[in-house]
């Protein structure tokens, strides 16, 4: 048996709680049937932490997540703290951690599953093979620039500022031609050259580390070509790479190529091990305590965890191959489920993920662990 891996667990908000307690149903099972041990540590992070210590991401937790070995982060945010002043927003959370531990590349991949061909508001014969990976910038961009608001004569000015250093730009480029080099070979960068002075920094430098990599076909498509044409051609896809906001804007939008936001896990990465895993979706305040949400973006973002941080890849093939199951066995959440079809709880969807990995075989392709 290996280490005992140490992961800071941060259920958060809203429907938090809820997709979490599937995640880790989900993991003890990996640890059954595949010798790994885990030590779960619960921190508090979100609005729940404003309420409880007037602080969304206390020092207590910020330690916690650096002497893990990974962070497992459900979802903070909601309408009760919309109001609040900015350090007291349960979304900062998510930026101090992403900065504090250096995770500056985010990677969301939105692949379409068997069975849910119709789940997409989408033709299906314009969703087929999907399987496309937005490589997201998550530590600069206007998310961490200098922000203000002033008083003026005529009324209020607010500014957000967009930075980006070739540094910051050149690391997550090459992370993503390693990547892409690894899939179809396809990379499309994503900017406003034709506006932005950043984006046109952001380009010189996909052209520059477009030298080394020779075998990776690349494209620079602007950002609002961009979103029409992931609903036009959505299949074209392979690699995305693009900076903060956008990334996180065509992200959410690739979710409904795949039937539902409900599916799409991310993985949070640095140069070090201790990766976050997140789902793309939010709190969902709306239906947050009905037993309802989709656990299936916590549950793929743990195996992500799995395979990043842990190498553990023939544990992650098996919880995805789960969820691939108990999707292709046609059993839908709420979020998925059609007009007259019944559609199971976040509880009943983690508990036949948890039984599907009973029936796993391995695949002799896959190797069993990656070397990192
Ligand atoms: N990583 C994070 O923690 C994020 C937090 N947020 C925060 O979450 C709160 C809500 O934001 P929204 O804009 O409403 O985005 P959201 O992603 O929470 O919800 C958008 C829509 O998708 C649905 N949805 C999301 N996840 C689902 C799931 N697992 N199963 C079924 N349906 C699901 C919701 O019910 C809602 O109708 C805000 O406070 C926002 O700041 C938003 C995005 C990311
Ligand atoms: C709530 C945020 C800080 C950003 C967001 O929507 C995301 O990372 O997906
Ligand atoms: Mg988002």
């Not at 200098?146 to 967009?162: F, M, N, S, V, Y």
């Not at 979103?227 to 992200?251: C, H, K």
Request: aromatic share 6%; net charge negative; hydrophobic share 40%.
């Amino acid at each position: 048996m290996g280490t005992v891996k140490k992961i800071a667990v941060l259920p958060g908000d809203g429907i938090g709680p809820e997709i979490m307690e599937e995640a880790l149903k989900v993991l003890r099972k990996v640890e059954d049937l595949f010798g790994h041990s885990f030590q779960f540590t619960f921190g508090m992070a979100g609005g729940g932490a404003v309420d409880r210590v007037g602080n969304p991401l206390p020092e207590e937790t910020l330690s916690l997540c650096k002497q893990s070995d990974a962070v497992l982060l459900a979802a903070v945010g909601g309408p009760k703290w919309d109001n609040n002043p900015p350090e007291l927003r349960p979304e900062q959370a998510l930026l101090g951690l992403r900065k504090s531990l250096n995770l500056y590349a985010n990677l969301r991949p939105a692949v379409l599953f068997e069975g849910l061909e119709n789940a997409s508001t989408l033709k299906p014969e314009v969703v087929k093979g999907v399987d496309l990976l937005v490589v997201r910038e998550l530590t600069g961009g206007i998310y961490f620039g200098e922000k203000k608001r002033e008083r003026l004569e005529d009324g209020q000015q607010a500014t957000d500022t967009l930075v980006y250093h070739e540094r910051e730009v050149e690391r997550i480029v090459r992370r993503a031609f390693e990547i892409a080099r690894g899939r179809r070979k396809k990379l499309t960068s994503v900017d406003k050259a034709n506006i932005l002075e950043s984006s046109r920094l952001w380009r010189s430098v996909v052209d520059r580390v477009a030298r080394d990599y020779p075998d990776v076909q690349v494209e620079h498509v602007l950002v609002d070509n961009c979103a029409m044409q992931l609903i036009r051609r959505p299949a074209d896809f392979d690699v995305i790479v693009t900076e903060n906001m956008f990334g996180d804007i065509l992200s959410d939008e690739t979710a409904m190529l795949t039937g539902s936001i409900g599916l799409l896990p991310s993985a949070s990465l640095g140069e070090g091990m201790t990766g976050l895993y997140e789902p793309v979706h939010g709190s969902a305040p709306d239906i947050a305590g009905q037993g309802v949400a989709n656990p299936a973006a916590m549950i793929l973002s743990a195996a992500m965890m799995l395979r990043h941080s842990f190498g553990y890849e023939e544990a992650a093939t098996a919880v995805e191959q789960a969820v691939r199951k108990v999707l292709a066995d046609g059993h839908r959440t709420a979020d998925l489920a059609g007009p007259g079809t019944l559609a199971v709880g976040t509880e009943e969807f983690g508990d036949l993920v948890v039984e599907a990995m009973n029936a796993y075989e391995p695949d002799p392709k896959v190797p069993l662990e990656v070397v990192m």
